[in-house]
């Protein structure tokens, strides 16, 4: 129940096409849904995040959408662009009072085709 | 501003070996957590520190323990390694101990056992 499933495994896209990551979870108390982007050799960084009470989030070229009752979040980059290549992880943590426990997914390896 | 800084950046065990990993946060961030990530896989948490306390704990074995020091720095220690526990080691800061707050990765310490 804590997991989070992420697909695809691997994703290449066009240069200026719209790059899709897909999530999902089971743990209902999970209210938190961060997107990470990490580059070889470098930590995680945060993208952007998400609560439950949005169904949509947007940050330049990249949205979170987050559908509740299917239980599944995903990640839409825009115009992709090659300095995107780099694998993407989605997480998610259940509320304010527990640990700062984020859950990841399996990882995406995305690459932008110039 | 300086990141989150780990050392060593590299390390190489033998089996049954013990092992300290080192952690320094990012200035005026209060929490740390740790994090190892296997290659191919999403992190995976180990351990919160805020303000010199243990928050939480993930799945892991007794054979893993930590501390934060009065300058928030902190080390993992892992005692009686085995060939599986090499991975990446990541620390992540953020000012306080809510998973809302942004946790801010370094560039981790890559484990080797052999």
């Known amino acids: 129940q804590q997991q989070v499933k992420q697909s695809p495994q691997s994703l290449i896209v066009q240069k200026g096409g719209i790059s899709i990551i897909n999530c999902a979870y089971e743990n209902t108390a999970f209210d938190y849904f961060p997107w990470y982007q990490q580059f070889p050799g470098k930590g995680p960084a945060l993208l952007i995040a998400i609560r439950p009470d949005v169904s949509e989030k947007k940050e330049g070229r990249f949205t979170i959408s987050f559908n509740k009752s299917a239980k599944q979040f995903s990640l839409h980059i825009m115009d992709s662009q090659p300095g995107d290549s780099a694998t993407y992880f989605c997480a998610a943590s259940a509320g304010p009072q527990g640990a700062q426990k984020l859950v990841f997914g399996q990882g995406t390896r995305l690459t932008i085709n110039p | 501003d300086a990141g989150v800084t780990q050392s060593p950046t590299h390390l190489i065990k033998t ?13 005026g961030h209060k929490s740390v957590s740790w994090y190892q990530q296997v290659l191919g896989q999403g992190p995976q948490f180990i351990f919160q520190y805020y303000e010199k306390e243990e928050r939480g ?14 300058n928030y720095s902190s080390e993992l220690n892992v005692n009686a390694l085995l060939l ?4 990446l080691y990541l ?24």
Do not use: H
């Not at chain 2, 089996?15 to 200035?27: A, D, E, H």
């Not at chain 2, 704990?57 to 009065?70: H, I, L, T, V, Y």
């Not at chain 2, 599986?84 to 991975?87: N, P, Q």
């Open chain 2, 57 to 70: 704990r993930g799945n892991f074995p007794d054979r893993f323990s930590a501390r934060q020091f009065p």
């Open chain 2, 15 to 27: 089996r049954g070996q013990q092992v300290t990993l080192r952690c320094s946060p990012i200035s």
């Open chain 2, 91 to 114: 620390c992540a800061s953020s000012l306080y101990w809510s998973s809302y707050n942004e946790q801010f990765f370094g560039p981790g310490t890559r484990l080797t056992v052999l």
């Open chain 2, 84 to 87: 599986g526990d090499s991975a």
